[in-house]
């Protein structure tokens, strides 16, 4: 089965320390997401990508965080300076525009813990 | 801003049970969605449900989508210990191609009790 792969499954560091989270998106999928998603706030979406164009990243904390898509097959997430609150799970998924029956397949997250 | 309720956001039941968990939205949409989350894992999706009216069922579990109300229902019939989980319906508020935004309710802790 196709799948959305994302690297580090999970992260420790110390605040201050620049974390990059990687996604690989399915195969021939053309729009790509990122979430995070914590207890309090619950599921964010913090950027999308469509053909590799960002198209939204309002819901993104812009003096730290950045996202990228520098080819089809790979998507990251930046945190410089990470911080104490970034701590969460940070989902990728990935979808296909094309198809309207599909939904959006996620990846299995990067657990992220800022001490 | 589209706004996704569900509730209820806590459902503690019994096997052999039925329960319906409900999703509200805020804006009109023709396309919602229905995920299930295990505890530490990833979101797996359940349901598309395309149009007003749209049915679909999987096992124990039923969702359907009416659009006038703006609700979409999750139906769990005869509950068995398997299906304790978190739901979340989505919503995308834009009637265009899958890959859109969503926008995702609170989710709904399922816990089914022997």
């Known amino acids: 089965d196709a799948r959305v792969t994302q690297t580090p499954r999970h992260k420790v560091t110390e605040m201050g320390q620049e974390v990059t989270m990687r996604c690989q998106p399915i195969l021939g999928h053309n729009t790509v997401f990122w979430y995070r998603q914590t207890m309090m706030q619950g599921l964010e979406l913090l950027a999308y990508f469509r053909n590799r164009a960002p198209l939204d990243d309002s819901g993104m904390p812009k003096d730290r965080f950045s996202a990228e898509m520098p080819d089809a097959t790979l998507a990251t997430l930046k945190i410089q300076p990470s911080e104490p609150r970034d701590s969460a799970v940070y989902f990728c998924?990935?979808?296909?525009?094309?198809?309207?029956?599909?939904?959006?397949?996620f990846g299995d997250g990067t657990r992220l813990s800022i001490l | 801003e589209l706004k996704v309720e569900q509730n209820p956001l806590f459902l503690s039941m019994q096997e052999g049970k039925n329960y319906t968990i409900y999703c509200n939205y805020s804006t009109t949409s023709d396309r919602l969605y229905w995920y299930r989350q295990d505890p530490g894992k990833s979101l797996e999706s359940l349901f598309v449900l395309l149009s007003n009216g749209a049915v679909k069922q999987e096992g124990r579990l039923m969702a359907s989508l009416d659009t006038k109300a703006r609700l979409s229902t999750l139906h769990i019939t005869a509950a068995v210990h398997d299906l304790s989980a978190t739901y979340f319906c989505?919503?995308?508020?834009?009637?265009?191609?899958?890959?859109?935004?969503?926008?995702f309710g609170e989710g709904t802790q399922l816990t089914v009790n022997p």
């Open positions: 998924a990935s979808g296909r525009t094309a198809n309207s029956n599909q939904p959006q397949h």
């Open positions: 989505a919503v995308d508020p834009l009637f265009e191609t899958s890959g859109s935004r969503l926008t």
